[in-house]
């Protein structure tokens, strides 16, 4: 069910004999059949020392040699780490992963999912959404900014803002990131964000981990306000100046308790 292992040095597999050859040198082969919904699926996939996955038929497995990696092949590395984005049609897969420890630190794990939400203001929720290791999720606004000058306002008058207010606990490496998309949501950036910032204000569109403000009722920190600068993007030349927006939590092997969003609101600054 769960590919998650960390055995370190000195810790064999489970249900290995107690004996000091299994803490290093063997494999780990898991098969596990699914059942998918048409669409793009993201597969994190990190290993110490090799690892290899693929997805197969059900009924009919590729059973010709070699076999086709087609998510992952790491068999000869150290310490690897696979991102793969992996599109699949409606129907049943085989998930067939190996992994060998030769010596040393040995661990494993596969994360897969579909990673993309959809909402219209921030969620108003009392559930916790765990972090996840090695994890790449969003937040996207359900529709776009738009950022056009409205008529009878000079450039120097119109000065779009977004601001919100939050509140996290990151762990090491990890970064929460906004991001705007002027195409659509091909290319999502930064730059411009933090432009115009009013004193006192925390304007950079990133926030680095390791970094905490754990607000109520998970601690006694204040909300933190943060105003990102969209003038430039509403003063372009054209009529088509629309942003899509998206809250980005990238984690790495450390992970704590996330990211709080609430209070989002587009607005003239003063």
Do not use: M
């Not at 969620?123 to 972090?131: A, F, L, R």
């Not at 950022?147 to 306002?153: A, F, H, M, Q, S």
């Not at 009013?198 to 105003?227: A, F, K």
């Not at 372009?236 to 790495?252: D, I, K, V």
């Amino acid at each position: 069910e769960t590919i998650e292992f960390n055995f370190g040095s000195t810790i064999r597999p489970p249900g290995a004999p107690l004996d000091e050859s299994w803490l290093d040198n063997y494999v780990l082969r898991s098969i596990r059949d699914i059942s998918v919904q048409a669409g793009e699926y993201n597969f994190i996939v990190r290993a110490d020392d090799g690892v290899r996955l693929r997805w197969d038929s059900v009924t009919t497995p590729d059973l010709t040699s070699p076999y086709k990696w087609n998510i992952a092949d790491q068999w000869g590395g150290w310490g690897s780490i696979t991102y793969v984005p992996v599109t699949l049609a409606a129907g049943d897969y085989r998930l067939i992963l190996e992994f060998y420890e030769a010596g040393g630190n040995a661990y494993v794990s596969v994360q897969a999912g579909n990673t993309n939400f959809s909402f219209s203001d921030s969620p108003k929720t009392s559930d916790i959404v765990p972090s996840v290791a090695y994890g790449n999720s969003s937040l996207l606004l359900d529709g776009v900014l738009n950022v056009n000058r409205p008529t009878g306002l000079t450039a120097a008058q119109w000065k779009p803002r977004l601001s919100y207010y939050t509140g996290y606990a990151l762990g090491d490496n990890a970064v929460a990131r906004v991001e705007i998309s002027t195409d659509g949501g091909f290319n999502w950036r930064q730059d411009h964000l933090n432009e115009n910032c009013p004193s006192g204000t925390q304007c950079d569109p990133s926030i680095w981990g390791w970094n905490s403000r754990l607000v109520p009722p998970y601690g006694n920190e204040e909300w933190q306000l943060r105003i990102h600068d969209l003038r430039y993007y509403g003063n372009l030349s054209g009529t088509n100046n629309y942003l899509g927006l998206r809250f980005r939590l990238l984690t790495q092997n450390s992970v704590r308790d996330g990211w709080w969003v609430t209070d989002i609101l587009a607005d003239n600054a003063p």
